[in-house]
Nanobody
C-alpha cells in the first residue's frame, strides 16, 4: 500500500521559513517526478513545486519562484519543500503528490495527473 506522509507544517510569522517533508512508502519513487500542491479554504488546489526523478529539474509557479525550493533524497524516498520569506497568502494545506506512472512529465501542474496524495500538512503564516 502506497503512502505519502507530509510533515513540517506549522504556524510562522510573515518572513519566516518552514521545511516540509514527504516520506513515501510502499513503492520506490526514485524514477518518478513528484510535486507539491496547496489548497487554501474556498480555493482550488494549486501547484507550487515539481521535481524530476533525478532532482535536476525543478518547476515553480511565479507566486513562489525564488522563495520555495523543492528537493529530493531518493535513497530515503523523501521529497522536501523549503519555504522562505513566507507570506500570509501562502497559508494553506500543503500536499505531496506522486503519479501512478513514471511517464508523467516533471512539472505537470494538473492535479489529475497525480494518483497518490498525502494527507496534507497545515501551513499558517501570520501577518
Amino acid at each position: 500500500q502506497v503512502q505519502l506522509v507530509e510533515s513540517g507544517g506549522g504556524l510562522v510569522q510573515a518572513g519566516g521559513s518552514l521545511r516540509l517533508s514527504c516520506a513515501a512508502s510502499g513503492r520506490t519513487f526514485s524514477s518518478y517526478a513528484m510535486a507539491w500542491f496547496r489548497q487554501a479554504p474556498g480555493k482550488e488546489r494549486e501547484f507550487v513545486a515539481g521535481i524530476s526523478w533525478s532532482g535536476t529539474g525543478t518547476y515553480y509557479p511565479d507566486s513562489v519562484k525564488g522563495r520555495f525550493t523543492v528537493s529530493r533524497d531518493n535513497a530515503k524516498n523523501t521529497v522536501y519543500l523549503q519555504m522562505n520569506r513566507l507570506k500570509p497568502e501562502d497559508t494553506a494545506v500543503y500536499y505531496c503528490a506522486a503519479p501512478g506512472l513514471p511517464a508523467v512529465v516533471a512539472g505537470t501542474r494538473d492535479s489529475r495527473a497525480y494518483h497518490y496524495w498525502g494527507q496534507g500538512t497545515q501551513v499558517t503564516v501570520s501577518s
